[in-house]
């Protein structure tokens, strides 16, 4: 699955302020867009990235149902959830937040922060 220029753009234009953002697709299992910050936060290489699952190294919580409401007018089926993300960095893992959106195109947002 190639990511799209939208999502490419979003990684990188997060990548001047230093917000690790990464893009991945479930249905393909793979990682398809990233900016520098999140392969700094996480350890991963830019080819290691290009090979690495993301279905058994993510694991969601459930959805943020209170946050969800909140937003109101987000599309039918998107899910909002913090996440931990097993990598290669230092602590073996990372927690952040992830997007869901299973009716469109089965792709997770994820943006990691510091553990």
Do not use: Y
């Amino acid at each position: 699955m190639e990511a799209s220029l939208e999502s490419k753009a979003l990684c990188a234009s997060l990548d001047r302020f230093a917000l690790p953002r990464v893009v991945a697709h479930v249905g393909t299992d793979s990682f398809i867009a990233w900016n520098q910050a999140f392969l700094e936060r996480t350890g991963f290489s830019s080819e290691t990235i290009r090979i690495a699952g993301i279905n058994k190294r993510l694991t969601l919580a459930e959805p943020a149902q209170k946050e969800i409401e909140a937003l109101g007018d987000l599309p039918d089926h998107m899910e909002i959830a913090s996440c931990v993300l097993s990598c290669p960095s230092k602590e073996g893992f990372v927690t952040g937040g992830a997007v869901k959106h299973p009716g469109k195109v089965e792709d997770l947002a994820h943006r990691v922060k510091a553990v």
